[in-house]
C-alpha cells in the first residue's frame, strides 16, 4: 500500500553559486523528493538534525577537503549528523572527500601530479558487484565486476565514468572499497549502511559538460586530463551505462538496508 505521506525532502549541498544537481536531483524528483538545497559557501546554514529529510547529497566543488575555510571544516564535521542518525548520506567528488576526511582518512594529490579530468576506466571490486542485488558474471567484452542488466532490474557498473578532479582520498578504516581504478585507486566506498562515497560525477549531464568544459577550460592542460573533444565522443559511448547505474543506485541508496547507524568519527 501506498504511503499517504509524501516523501521527505532530500538534502542538496552545493559549494558554488550556480552548481546544479544534474541527473541526480532529477532523479529524486522523479521519486517524489523536493530538493532542500543548501550552499554553505554563501553562508546558508546546514541542518542540525536530519529528521525531517530522507538523506543528504553532497556535490562537488572548486575547494579542497583541506582547505581552512570555516565553511570547509563545520561541512565536514556537519557529516557526523547522517552517520549518527543513520540516514543516506551520498558524497560525490569533494563530498566524497569530505566523507573520507571526517572519517580521518587522507585526501591529497596524485604523487605524479596526475589529474581525472573526463573520462577514465573503473572496475566494481567484489562488494560493489553485490551492491545493487546480484553477483558478477563473465561476459563478453565486460570487464570484472560486471553485474547483469536484464535479471531482475539490477544495473552493471559502467566500465568508464566521468571525472573532474585532481585530489584523491585514501580508504578510511571501517570502510568497504566498492570500485576502485588504475590512477587514483579509491573510486567508491561504503561506510556503514547508508553512507557512500564516490570520487567520479554520474550526475553530469551535456549541458554540465558543456559548461565545465569552457569555464574550467585551463584544467584540460594539466597531466593526465583528457582533451575537450574527448569528453563529448566518450560520452557518446559510456553514458547510457552510467544513466542505468545511477537509477539503480539511486534507489538503493534511498532505501538503505535497515542496518543500525555507522558511528560517526567526529
Not at 501506498?2 to 546544479?20: C, G, M, N, Y
Not at 538523506?55 to 561541512?75: C, I, K, L, M, T
Not at 542505468?244 to 532505501?255: G, K, N, P, R, T
Amino acid at each position: 500500500m501506498a504511503s499517504a505521506f509524501p516523501p521527505l525532502p532530500v538534502l542538496i549541498v552545493l559549494h558554488q553559486e550556480h552548481s546544479s544537481p544534474g541527473r541526480v536531483g532529477r532523479l529524486l524528483a522523479e521519486r517524489g523528493h523536493r530538493l532542500d538545497i543548501r550552499r554553505p559557501c554563501l553562508g546558508e546554514a546546514l541542518p542540525p538534525t536530519l529528521a525531517g529529510h530522507a538523506g543528504a547529497v553532497v556535490f562537488g566543488g572548486p575547494q579542497s577537503a583541506n582547505d581552512a575555510h570555516d565553511y570547509v571544516r563545520a561541512e565536514i564535521d556537519w557529516i557526523g549528523v547522517p552517520l549518527r542518525e543513520g540516514k543516506p548520506y551520498l558524497g560525490i567528488c569533494l563530498g566524497a572527500q569530505m566523507l573520507a576526511r571526517h572519517l580521518g582518512a587522507r585526501v591529497a594529490p596524485h604523487p605524479e601530479g596526475l589529474v581525472e579530468i573526463g573520462y577514465y576506466p573503473i572496475r566494481a571490486t567484489a562488494a560493489g558487484a553485490e551492491l545493487l542485488g546480484a553477483a558478477p558474471r563473465a561476459e563478453a567484452g565486460a570487464g570484472a565486476g560486471a553485474v547483469a542488466d536484464d535479471d531482475g532490474g539490477t544495473a552493471r557498473w559502467p566500465d568508464h565514468v566521468y571525472h573532474w578532479h585532481r585530489e584523491g582520498f585514501d580508504l578510511a578504516a571501517g570502510a568497504e572499497l566498492l570500485a576502485e581504478g588504475p590512477t587514483f585507486r579509491n573510486q567508491a566506498f561504503r561506510y556503514g549502511a547508508r553512507a557512500y562515497g564516490i570520487q567520479f560525477h554520474p550526475e553530469v549531464t551535456h549541458h554540465m559538460m558543456c559548461r565545465w568544459t569552457v569555464r574550467g577550460g585551463e584544467r584540460l592542460d594539466l597531466p593526465g586530463a583528457r582533451p575537450r573533444r574527448a569528453h563529448f565522443a566518450d560520452r557518446l559511448q559510456h553514458d547510457a551505462r552510467i544513466r542505468l547505474w545511477l537509477d539503480a543506485f539511486v534507489d538503493h541508496w534511498l532505501a538503505g538496508d535497515g542496518a543500525p547507524p555507522a558511528t560517526a568519527a567526529n
